[in-house]
């Protein structure tokens, strides 16, 4: 049951520098985020919902443990391909409370990213570290962007007026679970409610005129997020107007994520867009996103973070004025920025920030 050969996977050495920038000498990991990210994509979690999974990683400088029971130990061996990884594995019986994690760590200096006696919180420095993605993970996001996309577009398209939320929410759910991403976030707002609430889990209203779609998609442990709307009948003149405002800003964040920008600074950029178009005060309403990698935002900028963006990271900004929000998944490339859940044939605004022009989604209407 043991592999005694070290694991290959570019994450866990990268925690190894971690472990010895801090003075470390042990990291046990039992966060699906970050079980996910040291073992290129590998799910611990048995509910979408958990936070924790059922299985941890334990890792050392010489060695790497997966410490799981007798349930879990064959799909983690066989099916995501952990044993070839190299993983040593520590199996115990489900139904007894295991001391491994201590044994293993006796005497040794701890972090972890769950309570542990005596140990060194990690989760804020694993959570900027999952944020600086590798190529690979990169082309993985990719992947995951195209799949989310098409499953918005086909929930999107196939709803109609007098759908439940629950309903529209299930054609979503459907759409991206058939292309094998998870839907961790699936919100669905309608008509009045898109000016009620920023974060709307579905209901039973049905939909007259206006629905907001909200997905984020995991596959491979990696999260990426998007939003639409839709409209059926035409578009009221003032909810066109915000919907364009909202889209300047959105290019605004957009434009000023790039390599070596302080992201405080690209925070500011977006807030001083939202004042140049007339609502200056709607960025307190609802947080602007942030960097993504192995939750939907590995943290969320604020006015005060000292972080700098870095080629090879992705950015979900979701800039929202009262009844309109603007919401893509984006790979920061070291000449341009990539939108990577960008819909084919889905209606546009072109916007203009600095004289640059930017395409971003406009409400979808149906007649």
Known sequence: METKSPPVTTNVERLRGLLERLDLEAALLRSAASFAWATEGAASYIHIAATEGEASLLVTFDEAYVLTNNIEFPRLEQEEGLQEQGWTFEVGPWHELSE????????MKVGADVPFPDAVDLRAPLSRLRAELTPQEGER??????????????AA??????MTEYEIAALLGAACQKRGAVPVVNLVA?????????HPLPTEKKLA???MLILCGRRQGLVCSLTRLVHFGPLPADLAQKARAVASVDAAFIQATRPDRCVADVFQTGI?????????????????????GYEPREYLVTPDSDERVAAGQVYAWNPSITGVKSEDTILVGPEKNEVLTAIKDWPALEVSVGGEQWTRPAILVVD
């Open 100 to 107: 491994t994690p201590s044994r293993l760590t006796r005497s």
């Open 141 to 154: 996001f990719r992947e995951l962007g195209r799949r989310c996309a098409a499953a918005m577009d086909e």
């Open 157 to 162: 398209r196939a709803m109609r007026p007098g």
């Open 190 to 198: 309608t008509d009045e409610r898109i000016f009620r609430f920023r």
């Open 209 to 211: 005129r206006y629905a």
């Open 272 to 292: 001083a867009a939202y004042t140049a178009h007339g609502y200056a005060d709607e960025w307190q309403k609802h947080h602007q996103g942030g960097p993504a």
